[in-house]
């Protein structure tokens, strides 16, 4: 996934471009580049790695020019290289692309037949060339543009920039997101509108196989028909002011401090001071008798969690599965089914791809996401809004913890709605959720002492029961995307089906387990454990470090929480040991290597 850009401004456009590719960086930060139409002249200048390499070298190779596309990178095709890095260029064309051409290798072989050599590994130097060698052949560049988008096959969102031409881009969009900004005698194109939300907030969203031709004055679209079309433009509303780290280390240290704050804001949107959960009108769990729940990554583990709590509290059957996965399985889809779909960004290609499988199946379609103007918000019917606030680090903390939060809300009121009495103490107890939240942040000290000796493993494993055995699978998903150190979750009672061979005194292993109906269980899988030379960190309560903490390695003690709370308190100390662990090997915690925030290929 990668972050494109295109500017027709009435100033100096390089600064514009890196700016607007700064908002872009959550999607991809293996190189970056930008081209300018100068005087007629077109020109390039790209750098690996981070966008602020692009910066410095543009200190000292400025770029002039008032019309550009810029580009940030996460490689698909081709190691991130500068050769391979964007705008690719081919003669008098330069373009930006997000996505995958799944036909690029064909393109390539009929381009090659014609004997047009390449300078890289990309897919995306094919779409350069092919819309050049058009050109040549004496086609018009919209038009040359055209015949070469209608050629693709796969995910694009594309900018096109021609040498000569100082008041045109041409883009397009099939499976990638792309939204043009109207400024004030200027023209915008992005990968979303918080690219360009500091230069504008009227939006207008290209829809799936929109071609479009941008000047300073003017925006033409036509459909995937090749009919003219007319899209709306609107107001957005985003917070368009740079997030910074607000004096933490790291925008991860600050997003996992923030939490207390952001499960308060996102309780109180949903969950008035008297205890009444109040959900938007249409989504009413009377008419429904299932829920699909579909996401990736961490989002795909707060489903795991949130299945418990339907089928636990509203009885309510439940199928859960990651977005990749879910559409390529064909799944059947019963009457009455409620597609629910959770994503941080909004942008995930998997996730939005399940979705639009969704669509026509299921009898509504909603969206649990952090950005209301995002793809997966604007296919939705529904669209619950997380108020996590921004969340800038690739490892999703505050997001989490808050999906968290909703879904409990989402399936107590199912319950309530369907007539089913609520546990104990229920909703009320959610009121204490973000101070007990805050008091399981104060566990940092003794984890970032013991993140030492765990930076030095090489294979860590992560144990939980009913509940908690999502947040073990998102403790390792952690640790591995933050550290680089191996890691697995398991079911702590599957340990001994297989995985407790790799047990011995080199494996930390922690286990999350608050003194619940299964701690038993889980207290004897340690046992197997210790017995085996394992070196086990417990993450308990006061109560279960009294029962089980002889002999462990190391006991971390949480707050006692209500049963259903737990998942979203344990998410704290699975937060810390990966970041502690991070900073103990040196690793880039905010932009880890080879990821991205937001994934939006397939
Ligand atoms: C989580 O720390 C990862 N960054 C990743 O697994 C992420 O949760 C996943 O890519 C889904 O992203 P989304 O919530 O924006 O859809």
């Known amino acids: 996934m990668c972050g494109i850009v295109g500017v027709l401004g009435n100033h100096e456009v390089a600064p514009i471009l890196v700016e607007a ?45 008032k019309s550009g596309i810029g580009h940030t990178r996460w490689a698909t095709h081709g190691a991130p290289t500068v050769g391979n890095a964007h705008p690719h260029r081919a003669g008098s064309v330069a373009v930006v692309h997000n996505g995958i051409i799944e036909n690029f290798k064909d393109l390539r072989a009929d381009l090659g037949k014609r004997g047009i050599s390449f300078e890289t590994d990309t897919d995306t130097e094919t779409v350069a060339l092919l819309c050049e060698s058009l050109i040549r052949d004496g086609h018009a560049p919209v038009d040359a543009a055209r015949a070469t988008v209608a050629q693709l096959d796969g995910a694009f969102a594309l900018a096109f ?57 003017s925006l033409d679209v036509w459909d995937s028909r090749g009919d003219k079309a007319n899209r709306e433009k609107r107001q957005i509303q985003l917070d368009n002011a740079r997030v910074d780290k607000d004096g933490h280390k790291h925008f991860m240290a600050k997003e996992i401090a923030e939490q207390p704050v952001a499960i308060d804001r996102a309780l109180k949107a949903y969950c008035g001071a008297d205890g009444d959960i109040t959900l938007p009108d249409d989504l009413d769990f009377t008419k429904i008798d299932r829920l699909t729940m579909v996401a990736c990554g961490t989002a795909f583990y707060a489903c795991m969690v949130a299945k418990y709590w339907f089928e636990q509290i509203a009885r309510m059957p439940v199928e859960v599965d990651v977005a990749s996965e879910f559409r390529y399985r064909e799944p059947p889809v019963a009457d009455n089914t409620l597609a629910l779909f959770v994503s941080q960004s909004g942008e995930t290609a998997d996730t939005l791809a399940a979705l639009r499988y969704m669509e026509g199946k299921a009898k509504q379609i909603v969206g649990l996401v952090n950005v209301p103007e995002s793809s997966i918000a604007r296919e939705s019917n529904v669209v619950l809004p997380l108020h996590a606030g921004p969340e800038i680090s690739v490892a999703s903390t505050k997001a989490f913890t808050c999906q968290l939060s909703i879904l409990l809300m989402l399936a107590l009121k199912a319950a309530q709605q369907r007539g089913i009495a ?9 009121r204490a959720l973000p101070g007990l939240v805050h008091q399981s942040l104060a566990g940092e000290k003794q984890i970032a002492s013991s993140a030492r000796s765990l930076a030095k493993a090489q294979d860590i494993i992560f144990l939980g029961r009913g509940q908690l055995y999502p947040l073990a699978l998102e403790g390792a998903l952690k640790l591995k995307e933050l550290s680089y150190i191996h890691a697995e979750g398991y079911a702590s009672g599957e340990l001994k089906h297989g995985p407790i061979a790799l047990i011995d005194e080199k494996v930390p292993v922690v286990v999350l387990a608050p003194r619940d109906a299964l701690f038993e269980k889980t207290v004897s899988n340690m046992q197997e454990v210790m017995a085996r030379g394992g070196k086990v960190i417990l993450v308990t309560d ?21 049963d259903a709370l737990a998942p979203i308190l344990y998410a704290v100390p699975a937060q810390q040991i990966a970041y502690f662990t991070a900073i103990a090997k040196g690793t880039d915690v905010d932009q880890p290597r080879n990821l991205a925030k937001s994934v939006t290929v397939e």
Do not use: C, W
């Not at 045109?168 to 099939?174: D, E, G, Y």
């Not at 609520?422 to 959610?430: K, R, T």
């Open 21 to 65: 590719l700064k908002r872009l960086e959550y999607r991809g930060y293996d190189s970056a580049g930008i081209a300018t139409v100068n005087k007629g002249t077109l020109s390039r200048r790209r750098a690996v790695g981070k966008l602020v390499n692009l910066s410095d070298l543009l200190v000292h190779e400025p770029l002039a020019g």
């Open 161 to 217: 920039l021609i040498e000569g031409e100082e008041d045109l881009i041409i883009a397009a969009r099939k499976g990638s997101p792309l939204a043009v900004g109207h400024g004030a005698g200027e023209m915008f194109v992005g990968s979303d509108a918080i690219a360009l939300a500091p230069f504008t907030d009227q939006i207008t969203y290209l829809e799936e196989g929109d071609f479009a031709v941008l000047t300073r004055t």
């Open 422 to 430: 609520l546990p104990d103490g229920m909703p009320g107890d959610l």
């Open 542 to 562: 006061a109560e279960g470090a009294k029962l089980a903490g002889d002999g462990t390695h190391e006991v971390i003690i949480m707050p006692q929480v209500p």
